[in-house]
């Protein structure tokens, strides 16, 4: 199965630099992010796809209904896609890294001991991929919209960056990746 996998476009909290995983909060496209959407929207617009999914946050469903004017497919929202859960709801970014970038162990490490940690994020990403096996045929195309931390997730599972690569280096904003899903791998 072809996987594309596209960040969201530019938000209000990313230009505030601020983290979000709580779909009740207002985050949403700026003006430049609708127009790196119409663009992205027109990169795809050719690509055949049997199923879109998008996280339950409110900027990858705007960013998806923007390429799906050239669908016409219900978007799905599934959790597994929605971003990491790491306790700095509304607080700076680099707090957040900050305080991952001090742990002994910044892979296994959870804010205040209840939070999603990296590791936790790469089993819910492989959740994800596993759901894909179960629901789709291996000769179709599903498109999710999604946020920087599941991009950089599936991009280090598939060999092209490594878990430094995935500490530091954000996913660009309205980029598509392209993945084989039975080829990314999960460790089982």
């Known amino acids: 199965m072809r996987l594309i996998a596209t960040r969201h476009a530019e938000t209000n909290y990313n230009v505030d630099d601020l983290v979000n995983y709580n779909p009740a909060v207002?985050?949403?496209?700026?003006?430049?992010?609708?127009?790196?959407?119409e663009i992205l929207a027109e990169q795809l617009k050719d690509f055949r796809f049997d199923a879109i999914y998008i996280s339950r946050l409110r900027r990858t469903k705007q960013t998806a209904e923007i390429i799906n004017r050239h669908h016409g497919l219900e978007l799905?929202?599934?959790e597994l896609l929605d971003d990491t859960r790491n306790g700095f709801e509304g607080r700076p970014y680099g707090e957040a890294k900050g305080w991952r970038d001090a742990q002994p162990d910044p892979v296994m490490a959870r804010y205040r001991g209840r939070y999603e940690s990296i590791n936790d994020m790469t089993k819910r990403v492989c959740d994800f991929l596993d759901?894909?096996?179960r629901h789709h045929k291996?000769?179709?195309t599903v498109l999710i919209?999604?946020?920087?931390?599941l991009i950089k997730q599936l991009r280090m599972l598939n060999g092209?960056?490594?878990m430094q690569e995935?500490?530091?280096k954000p996913a660009k904003h309205a980029t598509y990746y392209i993945f084989k899903v039975e080829e990314v791998k999960?460790?089982?």
């Open 138 to 140: 291996t000769d179709e």
């Open 186 to 188: 999960c460790g089982k």
């Open 76 to 78: 799905i929202e599934n």
């Open 166 to 168: 995935l500490l530091t």
């Open 26 to 37: 207002d985050v949403h496209l700026t003006e430049n992010g609708i127009k790196q959407a």
């Open 160 to 162: 092209e960056i490594t």
């Open 131 to 133: 759901f894909l096996k």
């Open 145 to 149: 919209v999604t946020s920087s931390h």
